[in-house]
């Protein structure tokens, strides 16, 4: 298969490529650097103009969506639209434009994060559009086109980051970035849509 | 209690007024006809100019949050924006800004649709702006100040509604706006909080 992995530079996209290595896989980012491609998820000519270097593919995944953590009263206008437009239209825009490149019966795999399940102090906006990405993906596996199927995967916080996020996350148990790749894995080869693949411990 | 409730003309506000009119009731609309005030949730300096003129509550109820309807790949960039600002951001604007002004131990009371749990064609921007929505509230209240308790009323179609939505959700058993207007009474009479308020048939 051939698979496009947008935000293949990030610690979450590197954990994708673990459980897609074995597929023809085309790397895009925001950077490009070290990628195969340049892409900007909150312009819809630039993931068009993706599409347009790279072709059909059989799978598309997102492994970005920028976030902006703080305490909910002091969240400012900016830290919400930020976030608004890159982990959650950012990635339904990568649907919209992508629909028109994805081959029938092909897939996409989005991306979300266990904080809307299991919420932790100033990350209210990561956890809002998680639960978005979440809802998103369940109502509008209904109505893709030519049999394409969507899925996202929501994982709790990886060994790889922890040194990052550790702190903000008390109590949470991190998964190895592999076994999140095996969900992504699992949504690409497999048949099922509309769902979210929870990865915690 | 005095009471403030936003889009008190639309058929969700006159709803919510059935279950809250033993209160003092102060009510607000975009248009601002027939209401005491004019307010635009999409605009932040227009929602704390509403509650200068208001003053403490000691709840905010929110009925309403304008979506578009469009099959998803034919949805426009506008669609999609225009739904989130007013539905999702515009509810979340009105509690950032609204909590300078609600009373200890004081209640916001949002709203979001049964489209995010029983998916119907035309309405992924409905249904991913309620997911959200329900979402934010369950997070978020774990973190407001002073007590402030925080709920959404997610409701199916209502009977008063029907004609205009009933050809878009064959199957579906509207409900009376009365039964809605109790679901909107429990939040702010009871003690619950980070709760989605489900009213179906």
Chains 1, 2 share one sequence.
Not at 67 to 85: H, K, L, N, S
Not at 101 to 116: E, H, M, P
Request: aromatic fraction near 6%.
């Amino acid at each position: 298969m051939k698979i496009l992995i947008v935000g293949a530079n990030g610690l979450m996209g590197q954990a994708a490529l673990k459980g897609l290595a074995h597929h023809d896989v085309v790397t895009a980012s925001r950077s490009g650097s070290t990628c195969d491609h340049q892409v900007d998820i909150t312009n819809t000519a630039s993931i068009r103009a993706l599409f347009e270097k790279v072709g059909q593919v059989d799978a598309v995944i997102c492994a970005v969506g920028h976030c902006e953590y703080a305490p909910f009263v002091t969240m400012t206008d900016d830290q919400w639209r930020v976030t608004i437009e890159s982990k959650l239209l950012g990635q339904i825009n990568l649907v919209r434009v992508g629909c028109d490149y994805v081959a029938d019966c092909g897939s996409f795999t989005l991306i979300s994060g266990i904080l809307n399940i299991k919420p932790v102090p100033e990350a209210i906006a990561d956890a809002t559009t998680s639960g978005a990405i979440d809802t998103f993906v369940r109502c509008v596996a209904h109505e893709m086109p030519r049999g394409i199927r969507i899925n996202v995967v929501n994982p709790t916080v990886l060994e790889e980051a922890w040194d990052v996020y550790g702190a903000m996350m008390p109590g949470f148990e991190p998964v190895p970035g592999a076994l999140v790749g095996k969900a992504f894995q699992r949504s690409v080869e497999g048949f099922i849509s509309g769902e979210v693949l929870i990865v915690d411990a």
